[in-house]
């Protein structure tokens, strides 16, 4: 996740049923200082392209937390593997 987000501060978007979100997300936020931007996964593992684009930011503003990565995960455990 430290790759993902370079900056104290940066976002993620991980999935809701991905393995970082239900038992490493603390330790994303608390060591890694990434802040988790959580979506729903489909039924397969995916996440909906329309839902990342909604979080997708433009704009310069410190009290918006940018976007700098998305975790995807290859074996999803917790959407039938």
Known sequence: MMILGKRKGDGVIIGD???????????????????????????????????IKKQMTHVEDPHIVPITGISLESSHNNCAG
Do not use: C, M, W
């Open 17 to 51: 049923n991905s393995h970082i979100a239900n038992y490493e997300r603390g330790g994303i936020s608390s060591l890694g200082s990434v802040f988790p931007r959580i979506l729903k996964n489909q039924d397969n593992g995916t996440i909906a392209i329309d839902d």
